[in-house]
């Protein structure tokens, strides 16, 4: 069976069991070596997911239910994830970083039913829970211990109306506003495996020899669906970390035995800036895929550590990436490959018409021809006018700006949407906004992304006082605190900057463009120099360290309390880990 064999007509756990049929023994998922490294064969994995199957389906969740997972980066996601979709149930992937709120929002608008959650997870969704009412017939699981079986399962109630195909709800951050929710089917993420596996060059993938070591968070999608999807697919084994820990990763990659990683921006000028040591040359990587690596570092780390960082442009929505996977790759620019069948890619202007070679514009996308959404999302959950404004003129509008050069080459060059990509987060500008708004010390307020040679991205707030009089550094210190008590700590403002006027237009909106030039054009230099007068709050953006340690096999699904769960008190904090987990 080659990969788009499996494709067709298939689900996601049918894919898996035609796989496992044939190479039972062979791994599939693994936690890193300085995680555990615990390694299940599919045989194994198998054994898990048909345990877990057969407890959802006696509870009665299935094809009416949408179920939140919130179990951590670990291969118990994608048992469940397995599990779930062999019993016809949608996952709702949520990021453990949120706060209840923004966990809150998550579960009432997919109309989630269920959630299964790490012991802390499992807290912050109690919370939830307790804040809104809407939530108060969520059932809340708590994965522990080191059975396989779910019999300890509430028995499912309520329903949601979706389509028999939906896999999964991925939110992605909106720029107008609230996330929206992406939905996806089985079509997407085999279509996704499969085109990984076409890519050959640089990315070529050697069925059943390859271990794939990946720190991104599982709810995104290139962990959670394209990774796992092509490493399903080519009988190979998907290794995950908890998260990125930079002065132990070689050794990691090493104790692993990694074939290839996936990366995100920050992670190469971090690990270019450590001492060398003994483990970074001793790996087996023939391959690095992600996005956002800084072109001056990119030889640097190619010749230092021996492997090429193969650059990729994709999107939730749009499943399938664009690689700059064949020589030459021109590395010392923000080049990420050239379109490829059956994808089309084109360069817009304003009007919609195409742009000659050199000029920037927006990158529009689709599948081909005949069915130009085929392999894409479905659309945004309860929002067909967004769905319908992506979509026009049948391409989708990524909100890239880009431009292709002579040799066909698609370079990045900034974005038209109104969000800071901050260490491969996508931050809507208009939520951060909303929230600094509410303060009863802030008169005005506009959000943007100013450049970080860390995080590609970092959160500016250009803030008008309610009292000019506030003396400015206890007022920003007071703002971020605020955003922190509402808002991932990734979301905060990194850098606060007064000002005792915002430009508007005739309908009082605020005009970005103005903010630091004149003459329009939130320009990389202007944005810099906007710094020089800002206040730095960078060091206040900590990640709340996870309260306890999740437990390493398989969770045994135990229904927990309907109410919330007691305080822990003031929780800690510990150093910002460069990548979210």
């Known amino acids: 069976m080659t990969a788009r064999d499996a494709v067709r007509n298939r689900s996601l756990h049918a894919a898996f069991a035609a796989v496992g049929a044939r190479v039972p023994t062979h791994p599939f998922l693994a936690e890193s070596a300085l995680s555990g490294g615990r390694q299940w064969s599919f045989e194994e994995v198998g054994r898990v997911v048909d345990a877990l199957a057969e407890g959802y389906a006696e509870a009665g969740w299935g094809r009416q239910h949408r179920v939140a997972l919130g179990v951590g980066n670990h291969p118990r996601h994608f048992m469940h994830a397995l599990a779930l979709n062999q019993v016809g149930a949608s996952v709702v992937p949520l990021n453990p970083d949120h706060l209840s709120g923004e966990v809150a929002y998550v579960l009432q608008h997919a109309k989630v039913a269920l959630a299964v959650c790490s012991s802390s997870q499992a807290r912050v969704v109690h919370q939830a829970v307790a804040a809104l009412p809407q939530l108060t017939d969520l059932a809340v699981v708590t994965v522990h211990g080191s059975g396989a079986h779910a019999a300890c399962l509430p028995e499912a109630r309520g329903g949601v109306e979706r389509q028999a195909d939906e896999l999964a709800i991925l939110y992605t951050s909106g720029t107008t506003g609230r996330p929206k929710g992406c939905v996806l089917d ?21 069925p059943g020899q390859e271990r794939l070591l990946n720190p991104l968070p599982v709810f995104h999608m290139n962990c959670g669906m394209v990774s796992f999807a092509a490493m399903l697919l080519s009988e190979n084994c ?112 304003a009007s919609g018409e195409d742009l000659a070679p050199g000029e920037a514009g927006e990158l529009v996308v689709r599948a081909g021809n005949e069915d130009p959404r085929g392999g894409f999302f479905r659309g945004y959950l309860y929002d067909e006018e967004a769905t319908a404004q992506a979509w026009r003129g049948n391409w989708f ?79 920003a210190q007071i ?25 508007v237009t005739p309908t009082n909106k605020v005009q970005k463009a103005r903010l630091f030039a004149a003459d329009g054009g939130l320009e990389r230099e202007a944005r810099e120099a906007a710094l020089r007068s800002a206040i730095d709050c960078r060091a206040m953006k900590r990640r709340p360290a996870a309260a306890g340690t999740p437990a390493a096999s398989t969770g045994n699904p135990t229904t927990s309390a309907g109410t919330p769960a007691a305080s822990a008190g003031n929780p800690t904090t510990s150093t910002d880990n460069p990548l979210p987990s």
């Open 186 to 206: 089985n079509h997407y993420l085999l279509t996704a495996g499969a085109w990984y596996l076409e890519q050959g060059e640089l990315l070529h993938l050697e």
């Open 397 to 475: 509008h990524t909100g890239d700006v880009v431009r292709r050069d002579a040799q066909g080459l698609l370079h990045f060059v900034d974005r038209k949407k109104d969000m800071v990509r901050r260490s491969g987060e996508n931050i809507s500008s208009a939520e951060v906004e909303a929230v600094l708004a509410a303060h009863p010390q802030v008169l005005r307020v506009a959000v943007v992304a100013v450049p970080d040679a860390l995080r590609d991205e970092e959160v500016l707030a250009v803030v008008v006082p309610a009292d000019p009089r506030a003396e400015p550094r206890g007022l």
């Open 238 to 349: 998907l290794i995950l970390p908890e998260r990125f820990h930079p002065a132990s990763w070689w050794e990691d990659c090493v104790r692993s035995e990694a074939s290839a990683i996936h990366y995100l921006g920050i992670m190469p000028p971090v690990l270019v800036k450590q001492e060398p040591g003994p483990w970074e040359r001793r790996h087996r990587i023939r391959f690095g895929l992600g996005a956002g690596c800084d072109p001056t570092l990119h030889r640097t780390f190619e010749d230092r550590f021996g492997f090429p960082l193969v650059e990729v442009w994709g999107m939730t929505e749009t499943g399938r990436f664009i690689a700059n996977h064949c020589e030459p790759r021109y590395t010392e620019t923000r080049a990420f490959g050239k379109e490829r069948a059956p994808v089309q890619a084109r360069v817009i202007g």
């Open 479 to 503: 703002l971020v605190r605020y955003c922190l008590g509402e808002l991932a700590y990734y979301k905060a403002p990194g850098w606060i900057l007064f000002r005792e006027t915002l430009p």
